[in-house]
């Protein structure tokens, strides 16, 4: 079956740290793959999707390459700022699967000054 | 992006007992909303996908007598765990597509969730 996996957290980082949240997934056929961030206190948000091979999603300054070879969906930010501490899911979506979500167990990135 | 809202957003309750929780999209129409259930520091689980109209479509191993889920109109679908346990503890979150914005491949909304705990 679908499932994915999400490097365990905490992450902490100081303030304009390089991000790196790893997540690799195992579908049949060609899933869209998301991530989604969860901010304290609210529901989750979508963050970025790509849906082929190759794609990159991008938004608000992070980003993930949809890498087929490796299935892998890293996600990435150059700078990130203590707004961006929150957790973070990564999900995988398999064709004509009707937005049923499969999800990672989250990573919670703690981002200091 | 839409708004979609639970209610309550925590709940204590006794074993035994009965509890309601309400997820409404707020600004836009849902034909089918997601029941997920998520324990501590593992991932969502799909529990089920909420029908307008129609009976809840339940994952595999979920009981649905003991979760039950009507969908009554296009903004509201409600969970109901029935004769709550102490292993029913969890966080419950919903979400729901906009389907006039992107049909089948719509993006979703989620809600704040809401955390159960049974005593």
């Known amino acids: 079956g679908n499932s994915v996996t999400q490097m365990e957290g905490p992450v902490t980082l100081s303030e304009e740290a390089f991000l790196t949240i790893n997540c690799t997934y195992t579908?049949?056929?060609?899933?869209?793959l998301f991530w989604y961030v969860q901010y304290p206190g609210e529901g989750l948000q979508l963050l970025l999707k790509?849906?082929?091979?190759?794609d990159k999603g991008s938004n608000k300054g992070f980003e993930a390459t949809y890498r087929k070879e490796t299935t892998s969906f890293h996600l990435e930010k150059g700078s990130v700022q203590v707004s961006d501490s929150a957790v973070y899911f990564c999900?995988?979506?398999?064709?004509?699967?009707?937005?049923?979500?499969?999800f990672g167990t989250g990573t919670q990135l703690k981002v200091e000054l | 992006g839409a708004v979609v809202s639970q209610h309550p957003s925590w709940v204590i309750c006794k074993s035994g007992t009965s509890v309601k929780i309400e997820c409404r999209s707020l600004d836009f129409q849902a034909t089918t909303m997601f029941w997920y259930r998520q324990f501590p520091k593992q991932s969502l689980m799909l529990m089920a996908t909420s029908n307008e109209g129609s009976k809840a479509t339940y994952e595999q191993g979920v009981e649905k007598d003991k979760f039950l889920i009507n969908h009554a109109s296009l903004t509201l679908s409600t969970l109901t765990v029935t004769s709550a346990h102490p292993e029913d503890s969890s966080f419950y979150i919903c979400s729901a597509r906009d389907q006039l914005a992107g049909g089948n491949t719509g993006e979703l909304f989620f809600g704040e969730g809401s955390r159960l705990t049974v005593l």
């Open positions: 999900a995988l979506s398999r064709t004509g699967g009707g937005n049923k979500l499969t």
């Open positions: 579908a049949t056929g060609y899933p869209s």
């Open positions: 790509a849906t082929k091979a190759d």
